[in-house]
């Protein structure tokens, strides 16, 4: 099993940048797609970004497009998500998760075909 845990949360104001990582641990994340979700007080979990197993394919939520920027490293076993001009609805808990088994491109999306997950990093944008 692979272990996830992010970092490089916190408080930011409105347009600024942060930059999200992800370190995996256990297993290579090279074996896993991988995919970033947020979490806002009284809110369903919901999809942001994901990315395949080697990079060339990512998908975003309409709200976080062109503003959102998901990465991997594979040989530093570490997933990004660079957010730039953040505003005050990108307030949330953004959660890292992995999914090694196939799915769809509509399927990357859904937060119920992610296997492994990691505790989440808090970001708040103030206005």
């Known amino acids: 099993q692979v272990q996830l845990v992010e970092s490089g949360g916190g408080l930011v104001q409105a347009g600024g940048s942060l930059r999200l990582s992800c370190a995996a641990s256990?297993?290579?994340?090279?074996?896993?797609?991988m995919g970033w979700f947020r979490q806002a007080p009284g809110k369903e979990r919901e999809f942001v970004a994901r990315?395949?197993?080697?990079?060339?394919?990512?998908d975003y939520a309409d709200s976080v497009k062109g503003r959102f920027t998901i990465s991997r490293d594979n040989p530093k076993n570490t997933v990004y998500l660079q957010m730039n001009s953040l505003k005050p609805e990108d307030t949330a808990v953004y959660y890292c998760?992995?999914?090694?088994?196939?799915?769809?491109?509509?399927?990357?999306?859904?937060?119920?075909?992610?296997?492994?997950w990691g505790h989440g990093t808090q970001v708040t944008v103030s206005t």
């Open positions: 256990g297993r290579t994340i090279s074996d896993y797609k």
């Open positions: 990315i395949s197993r080697s990079g060339g394919i990512t």
């Open positions: 998760a992995g999914n090694a088994r196939p799915f769809t491109a509509a399927q990357a999306m859904d937060v119920t075909k992610y296997d492994y």
